[in-house]
């Protein structure tokens, strides 16, 4: 028996992470390139090609993968382009899909950003088995979000669908958002967002802290995670105030899909109670009614080192596009 | 030929209207009934029965309806019954397809709420035919919305996802609403809503109006729309000031499911560039940078004296439950 295969790659500002997956979710291979090595696109496609081959063939997994899925910043799941991604070097739309699927000799190819591709893989092999409603918020330097509704990830019209990080949770003098607009949750309840709330808190207060000891323009939240759970109040309070935030956003996101749970993914989400109570706290209280009680607030249960490669080869088990077809949904295949 | 009809029911904490409606969407008969006339739910439904049948036999429409479409405050669609409504007699769990099946022998009943009853109407037959992705807003007493994803309706979990009236646009000193929680988008941009702004302007400035010569409890939002047409400055502003909000909320919106389009329905939706001109100004500089200049925003296309039969209407041709049959999703049909 062949054993079936997907690949999972995951394309970051800093590297790119690639690897096999088998059924069960285990990633069987994994390795890396440097994602901005090369100004040329093509040859970035020619060392990933490289490594990847390199893998298969290591694995014997030869005529066994089933399709590539891949997690991009900004990948458009329709189009299979990369638009206007605001930290890769290779222009403002890069045919990433066919540029893939061409060098593997037409394999299928799938392509979402990251958020939606860790909702793929919690769905497929982690806390949301078996959902079909369910939000998965992504913690990290950034706010991501994917969506799944009635079992489907949610693309909108563009398919650029699930920018939950960018619900205004600040109407008036809110924080500047990389977006460049005001107020947006990222820049609250990211990890730069804590740092930003640290150094906000620093110079607004005068109560010592042992946050105080370092360089203020240097602080991370891992510094404040590491003072808090030192005991540092004004730390602790710093997790309050982002928690609170938080919950209030995703007491929002339940009236719009009213989710059987949200699931929270990245840095952040791993800092135990300090974020989580007063987190679980304000969601409940800011509720609207109907949903009290209905919605679980849970952690990723996917290896974070694994993760991203996990998630986009979810991805791949439903790739669809293959160079040389058109970008269109697959015809259903005519009944015997 | 037989032609196929389906019969929609719009029960409101007034009046319930019901109608017999062709495919091609056309209201072709139509009666009300006092929803509160009867304690008991059971002389209710059969009052509606009579009604119903007797409009159905003046059609000799026997045995040509496909099924029943149902709207009413609450009603959850995958359980078949109205839950908690704040504004009914007949108990907290209504069994209304139960009990609307068993009356017609059996015919398959469908229920939701009125504004995803809306979205579907407007889908069937209005201004979102062909769209796979809008969301339907209802500018009514309360605001009410009905989402519409790759096509489908979003139930959510527990059959009642989009409660978009309630987003929290005021996070201090927000307006109490009507869930018990402060800040609601309902609390500003329903009917009630600009009549609250209407008095809080009156209250806080001294500036003339003539909205002064009515008095100040009784003012409504037509008062304020007729007071603006008439050049009232003041009035006018009350205009900006609810587009304004509710320009700032859809933006959010857009940011969960990047809708091809906003469908704007209900008296409030029909004040013209008064309300409308901030609402798109104020909407279309709030979004996300990539979200900008792709979503319509449109009025319901559907006459709103047929809106609410019609939209119930449009949940009947796709209705399931049938008394005696248990409440799940019918199985696909064995292949031959």
């Not at 910043?73 to 739309?93: K, R, V």
Request: with cysteine; proline share 4%; glycine share 12%.
């Amino acid at each position: 028996m062949i054993k079936p295969y997907v690949v999972g790659i995951d394309i970051g500002g800093t590297n790119t992470v690639f690897g096999i997956v088998d059924a069960r979710g285990h990633v069987v291979a994994s390795d890396s390139i440097k994602t901005k090595k090369h100004v040329d696109f093509d040859d970035y496609i020619a060392e990933l090609h490289e490594g990847l081959s390199r893998l298969i063939r290591a694995k014997d997994a030869e005529g066994q993968i089933q399709g590539i899925g891949i997690g991009a910043p900004n990948a458009n799941y329709y189009t299979g382009e990369i638009q206007n991604p605001p930290n890769l070097p290779w222009g403002p739309i890069i045919p990433l899909a066919e540029k893939v699927s061409k060098a593997f000799g037409g394999m299928p190819v799938a392509i979402t950003n990251d958020a939606n591709a860790a909702a793929l893989g919690e769905m497929t092999y982690g806390a949301a088995r078996g959902m079909k409603d369910f939000i998965m918020i992504t913690l990290g330097t950034g706010v991501g979000s994917g969506i799944v509704i009635n079992g489907q990830l949610v693309y909108g019209a563009d398919g650029f669908a699930g920018e939950l990080g960018h619900l205004v949770m600040k109407r008036n003098n809110g924080r500047v958002c990389g977006c460049g607009r005001t107020g947006c949750l990222e820049a609250y309840c990211s990890a730069t967002g804590v740092a930003r709330t640290a150094r906000e808190f620093l110079e607004l207060r005068s109560e010592p802290s042992l946050l105080r000891n370092l360089d203020i323009e240097d602080i991370t939240s891992k510094d404040v995670y590491d003072a808090a759970m030192a005991g540092d109040k004004l730390a602790k309070e710093i997790f309050q105030y982002t928690g609170e935030i938080l919950g209030e956003a995703m007491a929002d996101m339940v009236a719009f899909s009213s989710p059987q749970a949200i699931i929270l993914f990245g840095g952040l989400a791993k800092s135990g109670d300090l974020l989580l109570k007063p987190l679980k706290e304000t969601f409940e209280k800011s509720l609207f009614p109907a949903y009290k009680g209905k919605v679980q607030i849970i952690l990723s249960e996917l290896k974070e080192s694994d993760a991203a490669v996990l998630g986009a080869s979810a991805l791949g088990w439903e790739a669809r596009y293959r160079y040389e077809t058109p970008l269109v949904e697959q015809k259903e295949e005519p009944k015997a």
